[in-house]
């Protein structure tokens, strides 16, 4: 990915992923690049960031999004996940 908005180290969550952009009569596929964070000095939220590859998307123009959650939101966002990854893991299996 040229043209990062998001700083990608050897520390960064997870990158290139499979990602998808869906808008009002558009839908494309890209690259992503998914990272979760909390700052390291007094830390009082968990940042979730993401990053499509903008030079494999024609509708959408660079950029990066993020959200801020508490620590309960991203407990909760943690056990969505589990849950989720337990279905597939079921559904897999069988």
Not at 50 to 79: C, G, S, W, Y
């Amino acid at each position: 990915m040229v043209d990062r908005i998001m700083r990608v180290t050897a520390y960064t969550t997870f990158d290139l992923l499979d990602g998808e952009v869906e808008g009002h009569g558009f839908e494309e596929e890209a690259m992503a690049v998914l990272n979760v964070t909390s700052p390291k000095k007094n830390p009082d939220h968990v940042s979730v960031q993401l990053e499509m590859d903008n030079t494999q998307l024609d509708n959408v123009e660079p950029h990066a999004d993020k959200v801020t959650l508490t620590a309960d939101q991203a407990r909760e966002m943690a056990a969505e996940l589990e849950k989720h990854a337990d279905e597939v893991e079921a559904a897999q299996s069988e």
